[in-house]
């Protein structure tokens, strides 16, 4: 009965939809309503159901039409479905003079109190927000969704994230069973780095809703994060089956994807991704990192500027264009990009580091290494900053500086570091002991990064210098021997100088001779090593990056 008396309402009120103007299509409502013999608190129950349906547009006419009829908490339900409503179908203002009316009306109905909060963080009015959440859990202390509510604009749009810990705790304590509550709080979990829990709310999630697709995808980012590839991939291609239409799960499984070299497949899923939704700009980033990755860098560029023109404000746009602009040895105008990204996120630690490395290869040294330092101000134990950092104080000779960057480097945060990076960073902490004449840890560090990184060519030729050492003992036996010889000759010649057997002129000039003899014997092997050093090691440099990567989905 429900069903068929909308149909019609949809059918009769079509034509006045189709022209646009809603508000003329509310007044046809409110007297077909009355033709129909429905009244207004049925009416009401209509705009709802339709609400539920998702026909979002019906739902706004019909609930502006049940209030017309309605007085008191009623009138302000039905004010209530029309701010729903109209924020579904993009009539902010609209929504929130109905949800003002509707508080107006009846200033103790927590929900409506809950989605104007959801209103303004939408518009990032988030003072106001937070004030309405707040009135919506002391109208309700026991509202667990607005509890949640609070705790993502906490969390997400405030960072104030232990008091958004408290609030996902309480609306799971009160609504245990609510997967999306455990969805959220695991996103949390998994920034403070508790992977633990984080799994195991994520696992209640989908036990929880064995069909929430969300669930799946942010429990698969959690998994790449572990290295565990093939659970991962098991959960992207379930959240894939369950929304085949969401362009952030075909752009995060197309990461791994990437992650795993299987580069046809992800170029597959960032196509998707960019045709279900045109305007997602991360997925153009990403796809134009794999671009570039491939070779194919006139398309990297194009979709490098899709993306800005979709996002012209996230620095992550500018960041990933300028490393591209580097590659391609437009170095002018890859620091302008840089310089756009750090103006839009001062604290983007990747920006500040690769823009250190251009400057650094320009041998604007000073410059670079303002860069390198601010990025250690944002955090002190960065390792990619800390090994730019290394390099520059490396090129100005600051060796045994250079060491403990290098070092805090490498052991500081291990685990964050990939392999060919890390490669590059032994290479050149070996490259810095050649320079303080420390061959045998020079060696060390040489074959670590030829190890880590078979590619890494620079580390294997410096490997193969350096082992050449082996025929060159620190002093040989015969260096000891003659060196034996040559001090008693320079003995024997005080002797003779002090006995009055030797002039002056003759003393000087022999035992000098013979001094400088000694000298060269016993460094000959050093000074073999230092032309090593100075001629034949090799220093690498590497722009580390960061991409657009995966989106962790939060659900209000």
């Not at 305007?279 to 800005?308: Q, S, V």
Request: hydrophobic fraction near 40%; charge should be negative; glycine fraction near 4%.
């Amino acid at each position: 009965m429900v069903e068929e008396k909308l149909k019609e309402f949809q059918e009769r009120l079509a034509p006045c939809i189709d022209k646009g103007d809603l508000d003329v299509c509310v007044d046809q409502a409110a007297k077909l309503a009355q033709k129909m013999g429905i009244a207004a608190k049925e009416l009401k129950g209509l705009s709802a159901e339709a609400g539920n349906n998702g026909i979002h547009v019906f739902a706004y006419i019909l609930s502006l039409a049940a209030a017309q009829g309605l007085e008191g908490a009623e009138k302000a339900s039905a004010y209530y479905n029309a701010g729903i409503a109209a924020q579904f179908i993009g009539k902010f203002k609209s929504s929130e003079i109905y949800y003002k009316k509707a508080i107006d009306i009846d200033p103790k109905h927590a929900a409506v109190h809950n989605n104007y909060a959801n209103l303004l963080r939408d518009l990032a009015r988030y003072e106001e927000a937070e004030n309405q959440y707040k009135k919506a859990i002391e109208l309700d202390s026991k509202y667990a969704v607005a509890h949640n509510n609070y705790a993502v604009l906490l969390d997400l749009y405030l960072g104030r994230k232990e008091e958004a810990e408290e609030h996902y705790k309480r609306a799971i304590g009160l609504a245990p069973k609510t997967a999306v509550f455990h969805n959220n709080y695991a996103n949390l979990l998994k920034y403070f780095g508790g992977m633990d829990a984080a799994e195991s709310q994520y696992k209640k999630a989908i036990e929880l809703d064995p069909e929430y697709a969300e669930a799946y995808i942010n429990y698969a980012h959690l998994l790449t994060g572990l290295g565990r590839n093939q659970e991962a991939e098991e959960h992207y291609k379930k959240a894939i089956e369950l929304a085949p239409k969401a362009a952030v799960f075909h752009n995060n499984y197309a990461n791994l994807l990437t992650d795993l070299g299987r580069n046809q497949e992800a170029e597959e899923h960032y196509k998707k991704a960019i045709e279900l939704d045109p305007k997602f700009a991360i997925a153009h980033i990403n796809y134009a990192i794999l671009l570039r990755d491939l070779g194919r860098k006139e398309e990297a560029e194009e979709h490098h500027k899709k993306a800005i023109k979709l996002d012209p404000t996230f620095a992550g746009v500018y960041y990933n264009y300028a490393d591209l602009l580097t590659d391609l040895g437009r170095k002018e105008e890859a620091e302008a990009q840089y310089k756009k990204a750090i103006q839009y996120a001062p604290k983007l630690i990747e920006a500040h580091n690769n823009y250190a490395i251009i400057l650094r290869e320009g041998s604007r040294f000073s410059e670079a290494e303002k860069e390198a330092r601010t990025a250690l101000q944002i955090d002190q134990w960065n390792p990619h900053a800390l090994a730019t950092l290394a390099d520059i104080l490396a090129d100005e000779c600051y060796f045994e500086e250079a060491e403990g960057k290098y070092l805090a480097a490498l052991w500081g945060r291990p685990a964050s570091i990939e392999n060919p990076t890390k490669s590059e960073m032994h290479n050149n902490l070996g490259w810095t002991y050649t320079k303080l004449r420390r061959y045998n840890d020079a060696k060390i560090e040489f074959k670590k990064a030829a190890e880590l990184d078979p590619l890494n060519v620079k580390a294997i030729r410096n490997l193969r210098v350096i082992e050449k050492r082996k025929d060159l003992p620190e002093i040989s036996d015969i260096q000891k021997i003659f060196a034996a010889r040559i001090l008693g000759y320079i003995i024997l010649l005080f002797y003779l100088f002090w006995i009055s057997k030797l002039s002056d002129t003759l003393f000087v000039s022999q035992s000098t001779f013979l001094i400088a003899l000694m000298a060269f014997v016993l460094l000959f092997n050093q000074l073999t090593r230092f032309k090593m050093g100075t001629v034949e090691f090799e220093m690498s440099t590497e722009h580390r990056s960061i991409e657009a990567k995966s989106q962790l989905i939060f659900e209000k």
